[in-house]
């Protein structure tokens, strides 16, 4: 059975930083490129990162370039989201999904999402 | 970015109802990329249709998706309580893929 745990949610004070993990399980971690995807309070979904199978191609949403980095150690079965210079507007549940292709880009879709950690920026 | 309008916002109906959801982008999605999703609160999205028309793995044949170009179509046959929820459409035809600001499906 697939399934993805994120982590390390929580509240941080504007220009903060906050790690989220994904810890996934049952299925083929380096085989699937994953993502990031976001909802912020009363909205809808917005796509922000992705991440090859290896590792070795990261994409980004334009609102959150330059200050979000997303890696993955498949070692350990887990992909990572680096927030930084945190706003308001950042704030919302944060999901880790799975891609069924190894590398879609910017341009995947989505066949398993964890159930999301919430991020809520401050002061 | 494509732009993905649904409608209606929000749908009210009863079970064992037919409901239709329209999802409608600003520029023709290419090879027709078009994935819907179900959303319940505190739960993770729920892959349902993707390639506009494909079930995803066990999900029941009362969805259906359909469409091209343009204007695509969430169908579900005969609403059950489970069935309530949001409902998006996601385009990954275009750089960056994108969502509509989805579909509330309430009981009437």
């Known amino acids: 059975e697939v399934q993805l745990l994120e982590s390390g949610g929580g509240l941080v004070q504007p220009g903060g930083s906050l790690r989220l993990s994904c810890a996934a399980s049952g299925f083929t971690f380096n085989n699937y490129a994953m993502s990031w995807v976001r909802q912020a309070p009363g909205k809808g979904l917005e796509w922000v990162s992705a991440?090859?199978?290896?590792?070795?191609?990261?994409y980004y949403a334009d609102s959150i370039r330059g200050r979000f980095t997303v890696s993955r150690d498949n070692s350990k079965n887990t992909l990572y989201l680096q927030l930084s210079s945190l706003r308001a507007e950042d704030t919302a549940i944060y999901y880790c999904a799975r891609d069924p292709n190894w590398n879609s880009g910017e341009r995947g879709y989505f066949d398993f999402w964890g159930q999301g950690a919430l991020v809520t920026v401050s002061s | 970015e494509i732009v993905l309008t649904q409608s209606p916002g929000t749908l009210s109906l009863s079970p064992g109802d037919r409901a239709t959801l329209s999802c409608r982008a600003s520029q023709t999605i290419t090879s027709d990329y078009l994935a819907w999703y179900q959303h319940k609160p505190g739960q993770a999205p729920r892959l349902l249709i993707y390639?506009?028309?494909s079930r995803a793995t066990g999900i029941p044949d009362r969805f259906s998706g359909s469409g091209s170009g343009t204007d695509f179509t969430l169908t579900i046959s005969r609403l059950e309580p489970a069935d309530f929820a949001v409902y998006y459409c996601q385009q990954y035809g275009w750089s960056p893929g994108s969502f509509g600001q989805g579909t509330k499906l309430e009981i009437k």
């Open positions: 991440l090859s199978g290896s590792g070795r191609n990261t």
């Open positions: 390639g506009a028309s």
